[in-house]
């Protein structure tokens, strides 16, 4: 589903479907995402995911989370201060002896696409506003330099640029080049409103356009389609758009 079309389309949050054929079965959880253990949703998590594992019996099963590979916490609470829902997967995963997976694009594939539309400098900081705007959402934040420079690292491995600069400091020089205006690392509805792939603000709003239109989503439902077809019972957690987005190719490739 084009990005457009699902902007325009009016769905429950969380989104949640249920697909099952010849005894295989999805689950597919469509989150917001909330770093909140006194949040609603995630007592509809739990009795969802109880129900996958009633139905399943917890045979041949997967669960693919969101976002890159998680670390198992100790406790619910500590899950889902640690890392919102996806954490929270992970840990109920670990005490049931089911495996997790992220099924997200392989980085250099991700970086070969994005590089034929933009420059480097602009996914970079399309990049770094995404931790940004993910710092923000934590209700006890975190140190945000030590934060936000664990995942400049990993881009900087990820890209493979070896004379590109993925320093912090970098990053503020490309705020202003881009922006014209003072960096605010407390700012979320900046960040909200420039990763808002509908909006025109500026190019960040086309990076996040093309990478949410098609890029990850087709990605994911392929990798998805490639568990299922090895008759694994699967068990999904994305944001709720992604989940809207990707449930007509994943029920055309059921049926099918």
């Not at 597919?28 to 009633?54: C, E, M, S, V």
């Not at 970098?170 to 409103?193: A, R, V, Y």
């Amino acid at each position: 589903m084009p990005y457009k079309k699902y902007r325009a389309l009016e769905h429950s949050t969380p989104y949640i479907f249920h697909i099952q054929k010849n005894g295989q079965h999805i689950f597919y959880f469509g989150a917001k995402h909330t770093f909140n253990p006194r949040d609603p949703q995630y007592k509809k998590i739990t009795a969802y995911w109880d129900t996958f594992l009633k139905v399943t019996h917890k045979n041949n099963c997967i669960a693919l989370i969101e976002g890159g590979e998680r670390t198992v916490s100790k406790t619910k609470k500590q899950a889902i201060r640690d890392g919102g829902e996806m954490h929270y997967i992970v840990y109920l995963a670990s005490k049931n002896g089911i495996k997790t997976i992220s099924p997200e694009p392989l980085a250099q594939y991700r970086y070969k696409k994005l590089l034929k539309k933009f420059s480097k400098k602009e996914i970079a900081y399309y990049d770094f506003a995404l931790v940004c705007y993910q710092w923000n959402r934590y209700k006890k934040k975190p140190n945000f330099e030590k934060y936000v420079n664990r995942f400049l690292e990993s881009d900087k491995r990820n890209s493979g640029w070896k004379n590109f600069d993925f320093s912090l400091k970098n990053m503020l020089k490309i705020h202003t080049e881009i922006f014209g205006i003072e960096f605010n690392k407390n700012n979320n509805q900046f960040f909200s409103d420039i990763l808002d792939p509908i909006s025109n603000k500026s190019i960040i709003n086309k990076v996040s356009f093309f990478e949410e239109s098609g890029l990850r989503d087709e990605y994911i439902a392929r990798e998805i389609e490639k568990f299922w077809k090895k008759g694994m019972n699967i068990f999904v957690i994305y944001g709720t758009s992604h989940a809207v987005i990707q449930e007509a190719v994943i029920r055309d490739f059921v049926s099918s």
